[in-house]
């Protein structure tokens, strides 16, 4: 109870900053998007095919040999307090430990200055700029985050949705999920920026309470290597691009010194 007192009081005490935010509501009404995110099947894809549409990046796609090609003007990294000099890891067992990964993205930020960098308003004491916009756990001017939690379903939980949601906000009547491999059937494990391949998995109810009310405000296809998705709607990369989709490893997409970088987080097979 406490907590939510204290997120409520902070709500309104960041309604000046969040200006930001509420310019983008309806900015893009009934446009097309591609929303990528950082699962392995990137691997298996030349970014330049996804040029016609504006991109929506989540995670560490700017650090993609290739992101310069991308038609992108939103990166999304809401993961709380992510911009500070030390992070809490959440694999077993936790500690904190130096972030260098978000030095290395402050750089991306900096270089990109015609992109909107959306963030959590946590991080608003360490990370302010012009390209920089702070969203709460909330939307201005819209009943989208209060219908979702009506149905206990909390929108913010995890990059996808909060991802998703801003999409919404900002008017997109499609959107194409572009390395989000727990959408497939079956699904497949890792980042793009690790080794290998991946490994199969089910996953067959991943997200499905939030798509299933997503869904009534925009449309959602999945975008695969070769397979179906269980819920959303998918298209190959072939059948959406008229290329074959060709492998590449790790060290082939991002430089050694971002794979280095990423070296330091624990668990990343790189």
Same mark, same amino acid.
């Given at each position: 109870?406490?907590?939510?007192? $204290?997120?409520? #009081?902070?709500?309104?005490?960041?309604?000046?900053?969040?200006?930001?935010?509420?310019?983008?509501?309806?900015?893009?009404?009934?446009?097309?998007?591609?929303?990528?995110?950082?699962? +392995?099947?990137?691997?298996?894809?030349?970014?330049?095919?996804?040029?016609? !549409? #504006?991109? /929506?990046?989540?995670?560490?796609? %700017?650090?993609?040999?290739?992101?310069? !090609?991308?038609?992108?003007?939103?990166?999304?990294? =809401?993961?709380?307090?992510? $911009?500070?000099?030390?992070?809490?890891?959440?694999?077993? @067992?936790?500690?904190? /430990?130096?972030?260098?990964?978000?030095?290395?993205?402050?750089?991306? #930020?900096?270089?990109?200055?015609?992109?909107?960098?959306?963030?959590?308003?946590? &991080?608003?004491? =360490?990370? &302010?700029? %012009?390209?920089?916009?702070?969203?709460?756990?909330?939307?201005?001017?819209?009943?989208?985050?209060?219908?979702?939690?009506?149905?206990? #379903?909390? %929108?913010?939980?995890?990059?996808?949705?909060?991802?998703?949601?801003?999409?919404?906000?900002?008017?997109?009547?499609?959107?194409?999920?572009?390395?989000?491999?727990?959408?497939?059937? %079956?699904?497949?494990?890792?980042?793009?920026?690790?080794?290998?391949?991946?490994?199969? !998995?089910?996953?067959?109810?991943?997200?499905?309470? $939030? $798509?299933?009310?997503?869904?009534?405000?925009?449309? /959602? +296809?999945?975008?695969? =290597?070769?397979?179906?998705?269980? !819920?959303?709607?998918?298209?190959?990369?072939?059948?959406?691009?008229?290329? &074959? @989709?060709? *492998?590449?490893?790790?060290?082939?997409? /991002?430089?050694?010194?971002?794979?280095?970088?990423?070296?330091?987080?624990?668990? *990343?097979?790189?």
């Amino acid at each position: 109870m406490l907590i939510q007192q $204290f997120k409520r #009081i902070l709500y309104g005490l960041s309604f000046p900053i969040q200006k930001k935010i509420r310019k983008l509501q309806n900015k893009h009404q009934g446009e097309e998007c591609y929303l990528f995110g950082d699962g +392995i099947s990137i691997k298996w894809f030349e970014l330049d095919h996804f040029k016609d !549409k #504006i991109s /929506i990046s989540v995670g560490y796609l %700017p650090f993609h040999n290739d992101f310069y !090609k991308l038609n992108t003007e939103y990166c999304l990294l =809401v993961e709380p307090n992510w $911009f500070y000099p030390f992070v809490k890891t959440y694999i077993t @067992p936790s500690t904190y /430990i130096v972030n260098h990964i978000q030095s290395a993205y402050r750089k991306c #930020i900096s270089k990109n200055l015609d992109k909107n960098f959306i963030v959590s308003l946590s &991080n608003f004491p =360490v990370l &302010n700029g %012009p390209n920089i916009t702070h969203l709460f756990y909330d939307l201005p001017n819209s009943d989208i985050v209060i219908y979702f939690r009506k149905h206990n #379903i909390e %929108p913010f939980h995890g990059s996808l949705r909060a991802s998703i949601l801003m999409a919404i906000y900002m008017g997109f009547s499609k959107v194409y999920l572009v390395g989000y491999d727990y959408t497939h059937s %079956p699904s497949r494990s890792m980042h793009w920026y690790e080794k290998g391949r991946g490994l199969d !998995k089910e996953i067959k109810d991943y997200n499905q309470d $939030f $798509f299933s009310i997503a869904l009534n405000f925009i449309e /959602i +296809i999945t975008v695969t =290597v070769d397979k179906k998705s269980y !819920k959303l709607k998918s298209v190959t990369y072939k059948e959406l691009t008229g290329e &074959n @989709p060709i *492998y590449k490893e790790n060290h082939e997409i /991002i430089s050694t010194n971002y794979l280095k970088i990423l070296s330091s987080w624990p668990n *990343y097979d790189l």
